[in-house]
């Protein structure tokens, strides 16, 4: 199997939903029980066996770059990509990394947690042939059900995605092993739009169409988007319980001690 070293970040969005009337804020450092909330997608990157870091950034992308790089430990490798189109789709932040990496590599948001044995579990059950996806099938413990990016899977294949679906069975998660083939599959999205524009799901629906994204289950592993106030709430009250919670294990990125 081809072994994954490699993350792109996407963090060029404003966070307008979070950040409300602060324009000095600054969504990936927000903190989270203390911490910047980009430093637990870090540790969870670490903990995966991640050597390079490729950080596409766009609002503010100076500030970004300088407040990330004091969080990046030493060992790793990172580049910062700029967006200069950051207030479009994030399809279009993801074609930006289309000449930086050569293998298939790991796809994250800078502002969503996860259990470190998220990560391992998709490191280790990925398909190199295929778009991979992170989905959790746990609808009852999804907070805000209606703002989640909804799939329809068959099997192990996704058969469609939106955050409108009527007829769905899981939740993307924000968590990919993507083959260089994404990049091809966005193009032509953003070709076809009229908008030279294009989400990253449209190039998953693409891709699904032609029967190559495989959907993986996280089991009973924990994640939570961190895009509103009451997303944050809810992330630290469940980070905050013991270990033992139902639906959750512990990440080593918050545990005591650590």
């Known amino acids: 199997m081809t072994s994954i070293s490699e993350a792109v970040i996407l963090m060029a969005g404003e966070g307008s939903r979070l950040r409300g009337a602060n324009e000095g804020f600054l969504k990936p450092f927000v903190p989270v029980l203390g911490r910047p909330l980009i430093s637990y997608v870090l540790d969870t990157l670490i903990h995966a066996g991640i050597k390079t870091l490729d950080f596409v950034v766009g609002y503010e992308s100076k500030r970004m770059i300088a407040q990330a790089k004091q969080l990046i430990p030493s060992g790793l490798s990172a580049s910062f990509i700029e967006n200069r189109d950051w207030q479009k789709q994030n399809g279009i932040s993801l074609l930006t990394a289309a000449d930086r990496v050569a293998r298939p590599f790991l796809l994250t948001m800078s ?62 998660i ?29 190039g998953v629906r693409l891709m699904a169409g032609d029967d190559k994204v495989r959907a993986i289950d996280i089991g009973d592993g924990w994640w939570q988007d961190v895009d509103t106030p009451r997303m944050l709430q809810r992330a630290e009250k469940t980070m905050r319980a013991p270990a033992t919670s139902q639906n959750r294990v512990e990440p080593a990125s918050y545990r005591a001690g650590s």
């Open 174 to 202: 924000g968590l990919f092993v993507c083959p260089l083939e994404i990049f091809d599959y966005l193009e032509r999205v953003k070709s076809r739009s009229g908008t030279n524009d294009c989400s990253l799901a449209d």
């Open 111 to 172: 502002d969503h947690l996860f259990d470190d044995g998220i990560v391992d579990h998709l490191l280790d059950s990925f398909d190199s042939d295929f778009l991979n996806v992170a989905v959790d099938g746990k609808l009852d413990s999804i907070f805000d059900l209606e703002d989640a990016m909804k799939v329809q899977t068959r099997g192990n294949r996704i058969t469609d995605i939106g955050k409108n679906l009527r007829d769905y069975n899981a939740i993307d």
